[in-house]
């Protein structure tokens, strides 16, 4: 069974610019998760996804960022316009629908602005 | 609001050796779930131990132990017979029913040869 993927593994893009990272979930895993650690820092949620729904996304720092997923499979995070504090790494994980079930994690996506 | 913290930035163990991470856990939750994830160099992470704060008995996966008190709000993660397959970054997670994860700091663990 494939795991969590990500796309792409790097980015490194210029202040104003625009970035779209991928992720695909775990086949069957309703649960989609985005976190993101920056630099010497723990890793920070974003937002959960329960299939094609935002159930929760207190943790999207400004309206910078836009999360999608379409028809309940891959997800999509757009960061639009990149700022410097944006850079660091962006996991998603998912879940099966069960009660804080363990959560799989992908390789993240290390994004660098300049 | 819950936290999470973990005190030990780095730690190190001879191999075969034991080595224990600390972890303290608040929250006001009287339900929640407790996990510690490693991420090996530029790996993946995955989860390494999982804790239903309701049961009292300490989970076990093979070499990896905890020991949860939950008046004390600890949540040490024990590794026995260390290997060098075991360095790696260690973070201590914690949720409640909405499965959103507030990660410690980290710890990163290197197993000396």
């Known amino acids: 069974e494939a795991g969590v993927t990500q796309f792409p593994s790097h980015s490194v893009i210029e202040k104003g610019q625009t970035v779209t990272l991928r992720c695909d979930p775990i086949?069957?895993?309703?649960?989609l998760y985005w976190y993101r650690r920056v630099m010497g820092k723990e890793i920070k949620f974003l937002l959960h996804?329960?299939?094609?729904?935002?159930?929760?996304e207190s943790g999207m720092p400004n309206n910078r960022f836009l999360a999608e997923r379409t028809g309940g499979t891959y997800s999509t995070l757009k960061v639009q316009p990149a700022e410097l504090e944006d850079s660091g790494v962006y996991f998603c994980a998912s879940s099966q629908p069960r009660l804080a079930g363990p959560q799989y994690f992908g390789p993240g996506t290390r994004l660098t602005v300049l | 609001a819950q936290t999470v913290t973990q005190s030990q930035p780095e730690m190190s163990v001879q191999e075969a050796e034991t080595v224990t991470l600390s972890c303290t856990y608040d929250t006001s939750e009287n339900n929640y779930y407790l996990f510690w994830y490693k991420q090996p160099p530029s790996r993946q992470m995955i989860l390494v131990i999982r804790q239903e704060a309701y049961k009292q008995q300490n989970a076990t996966e093979n070499r990896f132990s905890v020991n949860f008190q939950k008046a004390a709000k600890s949540f040490s993660l024990k590794i026995s017979d260390s290997q060098l397959g075991d360095t790696a970054m260690y973070f201590c997670a914690g949720t409640s029913n909405t499965g959103k994860l507030i990660f410690g700091q980290g710890t990163t663990l290197q197993v000396k040869p």
């Open positions: 996804f329960v299939k094609e729904s935002k159930q929760d």
């Open positions: 086949s069957g895993h309703d649960n």
